[in-house]
């Protein structure tokens, strides 16, 4: 075959066609797929931790407690065991045991879920009373004021029962959320949010309760923190001792307390002073 310059030009152009597909075929040879997998959510130790879910859930409930005059609860075991036993099965209900019950699913972490309980006084009508209702329910036994102890558990019930992530339960005692009687109950133990309360106790026979008004919500929080911590851990000493029989170490802790008390509110005096000057 005689080879034209046309010809010969459509083989050089074929050939290099060839030559350059067989370059790309090499280099994508050459291209390696990655799989990333998926993120994985590290359980935050206020739900795997024993002493940080018990010192998360006390906080945040106490917190909320002290905005709505309720004393602070104390853990209760058996409770916490009672909370566990139910989270376990991981069933979306209520257990439908004696006690006061709160349940949350698929928050970050306890104090989270707590905080989504507390936050529905948003929707609480304090001066009706709202009374019991389930947009509410959590929030008013969080609050409750006759309720004394609580103890919670959370457990991951991911892909079980079709649910996802920690199932939070909370067990109180005495329950709240009591109906009848017009209402009369909630009104009682469901008391409207205050800016800021201070108290101490001066003995077994006199307490004095002061309630300090601002619209500083800032500025009365820090007070609250200030005064009520100092009170609680010396007033927490001095019933240690009175447990154990130690009459002479409760007088010397009441005397604590009651130095510790007036540290606290000198600091909240300040503290106050400082944000309204």
């Not at 005689?2 to 050459?30: E, Q």
């Not at 799989?35 to 945040?60: C, G, K, M, Q």
């Not at 005692?173 to 009104?187: E, L």
Request: with cysteine; charged share 15%; hydrophobic share 40%.
């Amino acid at each position: 075959m005689r080879l034209t310059s046309s010809t010969l030009g459509w083989f050089l152009l074929g050939s290099n066609l060839v030559s350059a597909h067989d370059a790309i075929l090499n280099r994508a040879a050459k291209i390696v797929t990655v799989y990333v997998p998926a993120p994985t959510f590290t359980p935050p130790p206020s739900y795997t931790a024993e002493p940080s879910l018990i010192d998360s859930a006390l906080n945040s409930t106490n917190a909320f407690r002290s905005q709505h005059n309720a004393n602070p609860l104390t853990w209760n075991t058996s409770l916490a065991n009672a909370a566990s036993s139910w989270a376990s099965k991981c069933q979306w209900k209520h257990s439908g045991g004696p006690t006061g019950e709160n349940l949350a699913i698929g928050y970050p972490d306890m104090t989270t879920a707590i905080d989504a309980w507390g936050n529905e006084r948003s929707m609480y009508d304090f001066s009706g009373p709202t009374g019991f209702s389930k947009e509410t329910g959590h929030f008013t036994q969080l609050v409750w004021k006759g309720t004394t102890s609580m103890g919670c558990a959370a457990i991951d019930c991911t892909d079980r029962n079709s649910l996802k992530g920690f199932m939070v339960v909370c067990e109180y005692w005495p329950p709240g959320n009591v109906v009848g009687q017009g209402n009369s109950y909630f009104r009682t133990n469901v008391q409207a949010q205050v800016h800021s309360e201070v108290r101490r106790s001066s003995g077994s026979t006199n307490q004095e309760t002061t309630t300090l008004t601002s619209t500083m919500e800032t500025s009365t929080a820090t007070v609250v923190q200030v005064v009520t911590s100092a009170e609680y851990m010396a007033t927490r000493s001095q019933s240690t001792a009175l447990a154990l029989g130690d009459e002479a170490a409760a007088d010397q802790l009441e005397a604590k307390a009651m130095g510790q008390w007036a540290i606290g509110v000198a600091v909240a005096a300040m503290i106050v002073a400082g944000a309204i000057g």
